[in-house]
């Protein structure tokens, strides 16, 4: 059974960064797709980011030159480092990761992340 952990959320001054983590366990993490997407409150659920099994990227235009995601396979943990965050990035972000061959898909519990002066 997939799980998926995410830490590293909390409150940080428009500006600042931060970097959270996804571990993953129940899988062959090196056959999956990882992904970090958000939920602000009253809005759906977007796209944040995406790494492939081969490593290639997918960012939202809104997060572009200021997220980047990346993948430790030795680790079974995907990670996304956020830098210039602004009051817009406030949501729960939540790792997701989807089996190449089936596109079975699982979620994570989520992680609060707070822009605020």
């Known amino acids: 059974q997939v799980q998926l952990v995410e830490s590293g959320g909390g409150l940080v001054q428009p500006g600042g960064s931060l970097r959270l983590s996804c571990a993953a366990s129940?899988?062959?993490?090196?056959?999956?797709?990882m992904g970090w997407f958000r939920q602000a409150p009253g809005k759906q659920r977007e796209l944040v980011a995406t790494?492939?099994?081969?490593?290639?990227?997918n960012y939202a235009d809104s997060v572009k030159g200021r997220f980047t995601i990346s993948r430790d396979n030795t680790k079974n943990t995907v990670y996304l480092q956020m830098n210039s965050l602004k009051p817009e990035d406030t949501a729960v972000y939540y790792c997701?990761?989807?089996?190449?061959?089936?596109?079975?898909?699982?979620w994570g519990q989520g992680t609060q992340v707070t822009v605020s002066s």
């Open positions: 997701h990761a989807r089996e190449v061959i089936t596109n079975n898909g699982s």
């Open positions: 129940g899988m062959i993490f090196r056959l999956y797709v």
């Open positions: 790494i492939g099994n081969g490593g290639n990227t």
